[in-house]
């Protein structure tokens, strides 16, 4: 079956079902509905890609690609009837048997972070497919090939650590820019003045490994500014980072 | 005094001052030396630069800016007899009073992570400038305003903080990269799949507050995998890590 003659749907109306919208819509396969129970967000999602849409009946497809939060993906897979589709969840964190009915259960999981508005290059976006067995997987490789350069088979065992991964290096980092911003705005530091440095220390790891990069007083193991750190700091849950990774970059140069 | 007819030497051969003296040169200021111990480095620099170097005669200037590591700027400070020149330090975590001599004292501070081999763009850099006097104030910031569009004046105290708020913004991050990258090489999952991830990570907070941009099981207090999580991580640092963020997070967002 070639992927542009697979009939899909998507269930949900959040960022993700949202996104993997738009990108199956510009790159012309066969998007039969979005089906969800937010009708105004749907109807705004049909306007601007013009698919159809539907709060109460779901349309047939050949792939019903389920992007709804983690803990209404059991009770959303129960919907699907047709014992020849392919019904695939694009979480991280679900095995492919929290899917509840009779066909093939599948997992589509796009590794990004999302948000309605912005803008995202869908070919750069990896995506790992597990299915039941190598003719589902083949042809959700090839929808996902369709959108995107890296496309790779990954068990349920695997997205696990992909996704532990992602949250050290996307909401871990996220949350320490959020603590950061904390400290600057305590003394009237615009946090504008550290996106320069943040923007070099994402840039540095494209060419040395993030080991190889580490810069700062916990790394030189200077002691003296390590404890006028602490003493600055009021927060105790600045403080608990603070020595959390200290003490995690000293152990990981055997510096302690 | 206009900051083209300052007679500026800089003392260091490392990486902070191998970019201070091309960002000097670049814009076209009186860089009369490059001084330190290093004689392959520095005719290293001489020749990339065109730039005079020595390690035993310190040439007569306006403005010496000292960019060793700060144990070594006290024992270096004691170089410069002439009761009519600055002599600033680059540190950010350093009073200027750490200079010890009869001469003005000040410091100017680059805020950000320098490696010798990559090319920056000088005018985003914010330079945070202090000195005895609004004159002194005035040429050093003359100086710095050649090289950047983001200068400001700071004392030892704000210095503080702008290096505390860098350490969470960019030697922390950095971290959480390495033990990032760490648990994805454990299962033989490339790093390079999270880029496109960490560069929307950075995107995102162009845009809208990291503490509003905030995604991830803590967040949405998702304890089935927070708990999961835990029971994947075997490596002591990266649990305790764990532990402390999600807790901050929480508490960020009083979820606790």
């Given amino acids: 079956m070639k992927s542009n003659i697979v009939k899909i749907a998507i269930i949900g109306s959040g960022n993700v079902a949202y996104h993997l ?37 779901l349309a047939d497809a050949d ?33 492919k048997e929290i899917l509840k009915g009779d066909y093939n259960k599948a997992s589509f999981y796009p590794l990004q972070t999302f948000s309605k508005s912005k803008n995202l290059d869908y070919a750069e976006i990896p995506f790992f497919i597990e ?14 090939s369709e959108i995107s350069r890296h496309v790779e088979v990954a068990d349920f065992e695997k997205r696990k650590y992909i996704h532990l991964t992602a949250v050290f290096a996307c909401n871990f980092v996220n949350h320490l820019f959020a603590r950061a911003k904390e400290i600057s705005d305590s003394q009237q530091i615009s946090f504008d003045y550290f996106m320069p440095l943040i923007e070099e220390t994402f840039d540095k790891i494209k060419s040395v ?39 995690s970059i000293q152990k990981m140069y055997n510096l302690d």
């Fill in 63 to 95: 792939l019903y690609i389920i992007s709804v939060s983690d803990s209404s993906v059991e009770e959303v897979s129960k919907l699907i009837k047709n014992p020849n589709a392919i019904v695939a969840h694009t979480s991280g964190s679900l095995p």
């Fill in 131 to 144: 299915a039941e067995d190598k003719d589902v997987e083949a042809i959700l490789t090839e929808v996902a």
């Fill in 21 to 57: 919208a738009k990108a199956l819509k510009q790159t012309e396969q066969n998007l039969v509905q979005i089906f969800g129970r937010n009708q105004d967000v749907l109807i705004s999602i049909s306007k601007e890609l013009d698919i159809p849409v539907s709060t109460n009946k």
């Fill in 209 to 247: 490994t993030p080991k190889d990069a580490q810069t700062g007083p916990a790394v030189r193991n200077d002691k003296r500014i390590l404890e006028a750190h602490k003493e600055l700091i009021k927060n105790p849950e600045q403080l608990a980072i603070y020595e959390v990774m200290n003490d």
